[in-house]
T-cell receptor
Framework: NAGVTQTPKFQVLKTGQSMTLQCAQD?????MSWYRQDPGMGLRLIHY???????DQGEVPNGYNVSRSTTEDFPLRLLSAAPSQTSVYFC????????????FGPGTRLTVL | AQSVAQPEDQVNVAEGNPLTVKCTYS??????LFWYVQYPNRGLQFLLK??????LVKGSYGFEAEFNKSQTSFHLKKPSALVSDSALYFC?????????????FGRGTSLIVHP
């Protein structure tokens, strides 16, 4: 089992550019989530999914889109990057509800200039 | 509404001494409580959780946590700290009664274990 994988590990964007952060899990987990981690802020939930075809907003969804076409994949899209989106992004999955024990990916460090 | 507080940004302890990382929470109903650890440049790893049952929960790497309903606390403890325990620790809570899917994480506490 690879667990939760994320690509890329590092990314630098210019303001206004778009990109997709990839997340995949091979544990057949129904629930997947995207978080951002900022210094002194802990983790904040961006979007989550309770199964293929079902997504919902978290605490800080603005500027991000998600889709869930398969159980394995849960990409996060930045349509027009802003400096405020500079952060470390983590994808997580869980067998049960997203609020229960979660397995986290290694993270993507994004810098928006 | 649910919230969690980690009152200490940093905890320093000598190797071999007991350690405590504090967490308090607020929920309207029944809490599900979690501790995660994050090593540098890594994702979070699950340590332990409280859902119901015994107030003392044992987890990975010798860590344990005590659920105290009257004080709304869930402090993380270890009898004898190791230098390798140095990391960032996050407490999280979810209000199970409210049916929310969304957990709330604390801001994290940096644990530094000195040789």
């Amino acid at each position: 089992n690879a667990g939760v994988t994320q690509t890329p590990k590092f990314q630098v964007l210019k303001t206004g550019q778009s990109m997709t952060l990839q997340c995949a899990q091979d544990m057949n987990h129904e629930y997947m989530s995207w978080y951002r981690q900022d210094p002194g802020m802990g983790l904040r939930l961006i979007h989550y999914s309770v199964g293929a075809g079902i997504t919902d907003q978290g605490e800080v969804p603005n500027g991000y889109n998600v889709s869930r076409s398969t159980t394995e994949d849960f990409p996060l899209r930045l349509l027009s990057a802003a400096p405020s989106q500079t952060s470390v992004y983590f994808c997580a999955s869980s067998r049960d509800r997203p609020g229960n024990e979660q397995f986290f990916g290694p993270g993507t460090r994004l810098t928006v200039l | 509404a649910q919230s969690v507080a980690q009152p200490e940004d940093q905890v320093n302890v000598a190797e071999g001494n007991p350690l405590t990382v504090k967490c308090t929470y607020s929920v309207s109903g029944n809490p599900y409580l979690f501790w995660y650890v994050q090593y540098p440049n890594r994702g979070l790893q699950f340590l332990l959780k409280y859902i119901t049952g015994d107030n003392l929960v044992k987890g990975s790497y010798g860590f344990e946590a005590e659920f105290n309903k009257s004080q709304t606390s869930f402090h993380l403890k270890k009898p004898s700290a190791l230098v390798s325990d140095s990391a960032l620790y996050f407490c999280a809570v979810r209000d199970e009664t409210g049916g929310s899917y969304i957990p709330t994480f604390g801001r994290g506490t940096s644990l530094i274990v000195h040789p």
